[in-house]
């Protein structure tokens, strides 16, 4: 009785969790919200932005190992038994040529030591301050060229969704319309005014848009998950958007983008390849330091407590005072040839990293002009493909008029509705093709920084 008690009351939970699931209210988004949103809550960008953290802390790691380095210790030893020494016998006056077993020290003791350590020169080190900088501005930048990838990812998925829907409509008002041709001309032939080939072509073409439609309504689910994944969120939350793509494609039209400047060495990828160029400079000159002496001190001091019982903690306890002040110097004299070699293997490493940087250089002048021409010709194709949809729709209904007038066979008006139909997609493409490169653009073109408020 009590098991079938339990199992109601879960199917119960799960039956009200899912009625919770499904009456949450959906997230309204404009496009700037779901980059902003997307920045913030997408799995690669706040990963990139838990490894900047992750790099301040190795920061203070780095700096810490010159600073003072405190550290105690505390042992406490009881004998089971206490170890014998043999002392000749004569020393008490017994018998010359042997000896007396003697017991030294107590059966318990404490010993306590509190050590100061101090660095006082190590090449490695200073080089290792130096390189904290660099190797914070590498994880800066990397968190930058993430959201910049988020925020283009975000400007796609978010644009496909627009694009499904779209495709849709449209799909699912020619379908409409033909639907009524379809029954018109079915009325047509039954009245023997038609042939019955018209009747077919039409449900020919009838039966491809309801397919196209199925398979369309479908695409748009998947589009909405994949918008969710992007924006790091579960892949069936409900979404809302608030953009259109035709008001959209007309916001992201931006001539004066194409004449948009900037130094190739404000790009993120550069700034990336410079970091690895400088990082592998500093590689070289850690490698130089390992050659140079390294200074430490230290000072500890000590105590000591002896004891047949266990009195350590009586006030009355007797405890002995030590310290000691040291200096240590290790200088490199010899390696066999083993530091010149790494020196070497660090030297060509930076010149390979100079020789990326130039061809970095080089490919994201190559990058932005190429997605300058890029977007120019998503721009004219836009206006192409507007041009061409209002013609193939007064192809299309010229035909129809046609050949209900019976001066046009069911062949042309067919050619006409796909001519209209391929015109239609085209148009939607292109509106995406200017929303995508845009964003590929401006990516190329961006010189934000990573904030230096985070520090």
Same mark, same amino acid.
Request: negative net charge.
């Given at each position: 009785?009590?098991?079938?008690?339990?199992?109601?009351?879960?199917?119960?939970?799960?039956?009200?969790?899912?009625?919770?699931?499904?009456?949450? @209210?959906?997230?309204?988004?404009?496009?700037?919200?779901?980059?902003?949103?997307?920045?913030?809550?997408?799995?690669?960008?706040?990963?990139?932005?838990?490894?900047?953290?992750?790099?301040?802390?190795?920061?203070?790691?780095?700096?810490?190992?010159?600073?003072?380095?405190?550290?105690?210790?505390?042992?406490?030893?009881?004998?089971?038994?206490?170890?014998?020494?043999?002392?000749?016998?004569?020393?008490?006056?017994?018998?010359?040529?042997?000896?007396?077993?003697?017991?030294? *020290?107590?059966?318990?003791?404490?010993?306590?030591?509190? #050590?100061?350590?101090?660095?006082?020169? @190590?090449?490695?080190?200073?080089?290792?301050?130096?390189?904290?900088?660099?190797?914070?501005?590498?994880?800066?930048?990397?968190?930058?060229?993430? %959201?910049?990838?988020?925020?283009?990812?975000?400007?796609?998925?978010?644009?496909?969704?627009?694009?499904?829907?779209?495709?849709?409509?449209?799909?699912?008002?020619?379908?409409?319309?033909?639907?009524?041709?379809?029954?018109?001309?079915?009325?047509?032939?039954?009245?023997?005014?038609?042939?019955?080939?018209?009747?077919?072509?039409?449900?020919?073409?009838?039966?491809?848009?309801?397919?196209?439609? !199925?398979?369309?309504?479908?695409?748009?689910?998947?589009?909405?998950?994949?918008?969710?994944?992007?924006?790091?969120?579960?892949? @069936?939350?409900?979404?809302?958007?608030?953009? %259109?793509?035709?008001?959209?494609?007309?916001?992201?039209? @931006?001539?004066?983008?194409?004449?948009?400047?900037?130094?190739?060495?404000?790009?993120?990828?550069?700034?990336?390849?410079?970091?690895?160029?400088?990082?592998?400079?500093?590689?070289?000159?850690?490698?130089?330091?390992?050659?140079?002496?390294?200074?430490?001190?230290?000072?500890?001091?000590?105590?000591?407590?002896?004891?047949?019982?266990?009195?350590?903690?009586?006030?009355?306890?007797?405890?002995? *005072?030590?310290?000691?002040?040291?200096?240590?110097?290790?200088?490199?004299?010899?390696?066999? *040839?083993?530091?010149?070699?790494?020196?070497?293997?660090?030297?060509?490493?930076?010149?390979?990293?100079?020789?990326?940087?130039?061809?970095?250089?080089?490919?994201?002048?190559?990058?932005?002009?190429?997605?300058?021409?890029?977007?120019?010709?998503?721009?004219?194709?836009?206006?192409?493909?507007?041009?061409?949809?209002?013609?193939?729709?007064?192809?299309?209904?010229?035909?129809?008029?046609?050949?209900?007038?019976?001066?046009?066979?069911?062949?042309?008006?067919?050619?006409?509705?796909?001519?209209?139909?391929?015109?239609?997609?085209?148009?939607?493409?292109?509106?995406?093709?200017?929303?995508?490169?845009?964003?590929?653009?401006?990516?190329?073109? %961006?010189? #934000?920084?990573?904030? %230096? !408020?985070?520090?």
């Amino acid at each position: 009785m009590k098991t079938c008690l339990y199992i109601f009351t879960f199917l119960c939970s799960l039956g009200l969790y899912a009625q919770e699931q499904q009456d949450a @209210d959906p997230y309204i988004l404009s496009l700037e919200e779901a980059i902003i949103l997307g920045i913030q809550q997408n799995y690669t960008s706040r990963i990139a932005g838990k490894e900047v953290e992750k790099t301040l802390k190795q920061r203070w790691e780095i700096i810490s190992q010159g600073l003072p380095q405190l550290s105690g210790n505390i042992d406490y030893q009881k004998f089971i038994k206490q170890p014998v020494t043999l002392l000749p016998a004569e020393i008490t006056g017994g018998e010359p040529g042997t000896f007396v077993p003697v017991k030294f *020290g107590t059966q318990q003791n404490v010993n306590g030591t509190a #050590t100061l350590n101090q660095l006082i020169f @190590d090449g490695s080190y200073i080089v290792g301050v130096q390189s904290a900088k660099t190797l914070l501005q590498i994880s800066k930048n990397a968190k930058t060229k993430t %959201d910049q990838s988020v925020k283009e990812a975000v400007i796609s998925a978010y644009s496909n969704v627009l694009l499904a829907e779209e495709s849709v409509a449209i799909l699912e008002k020619n379908v409409e319309s033909l639907q009524k041709n379809y029954q018109d001309t079915q009325k047509i032939f039954e009245n023997g005014l038609a042939e019955e080939e018209d009747v077919e072509q039409l449900q020919i073409t009838l039966l491809g848009l309801e397919n196209n439609l !199925n398979r369309s309504r479908r695409m748009a689910g998947i589009s909405y998950e994949m918008l969710n994944l992007t924006l790091g969120l579960p892949v @069936d939350t409900k979404l809302v958007l608030t953009e %259109d793509l035709d008001a959209l494609a007309m916001r992201y039209y @931006d001539m004066a983008l194409l004449k948009s400047m900037i130094p190739v060495e404000e790009n993120i990828d550069y700034r990336i390849a410079a970091n690895n160029a400088e990082a592998a400079k500093i590689f070289v000159r850690l490698e130089k330091a390992k050659a140079l002496p390294t200074l430490s001190a230290f000072v500890n001091y000590g105590f000591q407590g002896f004891s047949n019982d266990f009195t350590f903690l009586n006030r009355d306890q007797e405890y002995f *005072g030590q310290s000691i002040l040291g200096v240590s110097l290790n200088v490199p004299i010899f390696s066999s *040839g083993m530091r010149g070699a790494r020196t070497q293997q660090k030297q060509l490493e930076y010149e390979q990293a100079l020789l990326e940087l130039e061809e970095t250089r080089n490919r994201v002048s190559l990058e932005i002009n190429s997605a300058k021409n890029d977007y120019e010709y998503s721009l004219q194709n836009y206006e192409m493909q507007k041009q061409n949809l209002a013609l193939a729709e007064r192809i299309e209904n010229k035909n129809q008029i046609k050949f209900f007038e019976g001066l046009a066979s069911s062949f042309e008006l067919s050619e006409a509705q796909r001519q209209l139909y391929t015109a239609q997609q085209d148009l939607l493409q292109s509106m995406l093709n200017v929303v995508n490169n845009k964003a590929v653009l401006e990516n190329l073109l %961006d010189t #934000t920084k990573y904030g %230096d !408020n985070n520090e």
